[in-house]
């Protein structure tokens, strides 16, 4: 049968009201179609209810066989009756698409499913009216054709007036075309009229459903609404037109929108009515999706909001971290500078240097804990004449223009030197590198500047005393008494005396004092062990 062009394609099964297609119709068994051939002729022959009929004149159509020549089987195909009236199919060359689609779709409305439907509509929006439930008026209104079959679109199934509102409800039973629902949708819209689709059957598989269902699904915010079995009982039992709505609800899933199928019997009462759009729905599928959607957009600009805060502040400190770098190396190459004009000066040329020297000359900050090592090696370390010089000339000139500041920086180095010698042996060397801490505290108010630490103020170097180091307090009192520091007592007057007020705390305590490191204090600081 490939290639025969039927001149009726397709024929409306007024029982279901589907579509039924030439093609695949002709193609079944012989027996199926005779069966059906058979009923069409008692229709003509009003012996019953017509089982087919013409989509575009509304009139009854047979099954009529042609023979291709007389040895093939008879070709069959729908036909007219020899004496039927004019039928747009025949003239269609003046019909535009949307002229027969609107026919056509006019034609699903002659089927006896539809009639059945639309009536127990009707029916059961007049039970909700007698039972006082809101709706005021119900109509039905037969579908008048015309030949050109335009102005039919706007006959509605089913109308009526709901709490002021007027609605009416269109039956969707059959394939029809988006253009002609839209056509309707704006009418009743420009009209301040709901319009409320019903399906007989609706697939909440997704891919089974027609196009039709996903036109008007679409088009009225993901609510569907279905009038099957179940809800025709349920409307009898409730005398109120009750309608399953299904709709898809969405849900967050992850950084995306999901949708799982939900389904509620509902009554007119438990439905949005939208004034706006004059939609009708249970649930706002739209507006539910709109504020998810929100959600994860606000979400993810804090979040990108979040990434470049951190990103600024990994810039920031990144800068700050090259600029100290930076400032730390200007301030170990003025140390080197500082440390070889020394060496010049005290003529100790790199041949005849000492390790001591050696390792000022290449200053950096290894040279700190190089100290200790040097001095805290097994026999000890002799420091030279020349050593001496050195460490005297670059102190005084540390002491008047300090190079840089730092935990370990120049003078730092030389006055660790100094402690070192004073100490003599390696074994309190050792013993000094468990107290340099407070070595340096006392130092820092002896020289009335800062040692060992990268603070700018002696008055910051004075409060890691307390607390800290309160079992050394008793030296840090001796010895602010016996070197009165000027810098010392100025600045803790700035800050309105804090310093005072934590000793004044302090003495109140009776804290027990640490002397197991006496024998080091004592050659570091003899002055504060005399009296
Ligand atoms: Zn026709």
Not at 137 to 154: F, K, N, Q, Y
Not at 409 to 433: E, F
Not at 487 to 514: H, M, T, Y
Request: net charge neutral.
């Amino acid at each position: 049968m490939k290639g025969f062009q039927y001149t009726i394609h397709s024929v409306l099964d007024c029982e279901t009201g589907e579509e039924v297609f030439a093609g695949s119709f002709f193609n079944q068994d012989e027996s199926a179609i005779f069966e059906i051939r058979r009923q069409l002729e008692d229709a003509i022959r009003n012996r019953r209810d017509p089982k087919y009929k013409c989509y575009y004149c509304n009139q009854l159509i047979k099954i009529r066989g042609k023979a291709e020549n007389e040895t093939k089987l008879k070709r069959m195909h729908f036909a007219h009756q020899w004496d039927s009236d004019d039928c747009p199919i025949k003239t269609s060359h003046k019909l535009t698409q949307q002229q027969i689609r609107a026919i056509k779709y006019n034609g699903q409305k002659e089927s006896k499913l539809h009639e059945r439907t639309k009536e127990l509509v009707a029916a059961s929006l007049e039970s909700n009216r007698l039972t006082n439930k809101g709706i005021t008026e119900v109509a039905t209104e037969t579908v008048r054709r015309d030949t050109s079959g335009l102005l039919t679109w706007r006959k509605p199934d089913v109308s009526a007036v709901y709490h002021s509102r007027q609605v009416v409800f269109e039956i969707q039973l059959s394939t029809t075309f988006l253009s002609v629902i839209a056509d309707r949708e704006y009418f009743y819209q420009q009209n301040q009229t709901f319009i409320i689709w019903i399906f007989k059957f609706f697939s909440d598989e997704f891919d089974k459903q027609r196009f039709t269902e996903k036109d008007v699904f679409y088009g009225n915010n993901q609510n569907a609404f279905i009038f099957d079995g179940e809800a025709i009982s349920e409307s009898k039992r409730q005398q109120d037109l009750i309608l399953k709505c299904l709709y898809r609800e969405p849900y967050r899933s992850g950084q995306q929108i999901a949708y799982r199928w939900q389904e509620r019997s509902v009554g007119l009462h438990d439905l949005t009515f939208d004034d706006k759009n004059y939609k009708v729905f249970l649930f706002d599928v739209e507006g539910a999706t709109n504020s998810i959607r929100q959600e994860i957009d606000d979400e993810q600009r804090a979040e990108w909001e979040r990434q470049r805060e951190i990103e600024q502040r990994q810039q920031v400190f990144e800068q700050r971290r090259q600029a100290y770098e930076e400032e730390l190396e200007v301030g170990l190459s003025r140390a080197r500078s500082s440390v070889h004009q020394t060496l010049s000066e005290v003529h100790a040329y790199p041949e005849r240097r000492s390790p001591l020297l050696n390792e000022f000359a290449a200053f950096s900050l290894d040279t700190y804990g190089n100290l200790f090592t040097l001095f805290g090696q097994d026999q000890g370390y002799q420091p030279t004449e020349e050593d001496k010089s050195f460490l005297r000339i670059t102190f005084e000139r540390e002491r008047l223009n300090r190079s840089h500041l730092d935990r370990t920086d120049l003078l730092t180095c030389l006055c660790l030197v100094t402690c070192l010698i004073k100490v003599k042996s390696p074994q309190k060397a050792h013993r000094l590198k468990k107290v340099y801490g407070t070595v340096f505290v006392l130092l820092s108010v002896k020289l009335d500047c800062v040692v060992g630490q990268s603070f700018q103020k002696v008055v910051q170097v004075a409060h890691t005393v307390f607390p800290g180091k309160e079992s050394f307090a008793h030296l840090f009192l001796k010895a602010i008494e016996r070197y009165p520091s000027p810098n010392l007592q100025k600045q803790d007057d700035r800050s309105g005396g804090k310093l005072a007020k934590k000793i004044e705390a302090f003495r109140q305590k009776n804290v027990e004092p640490d002397q197991s490191y006496d024998d080091v204090f004592r050659l570091l600081f003899p002055e504060l062990f005399t009296q």
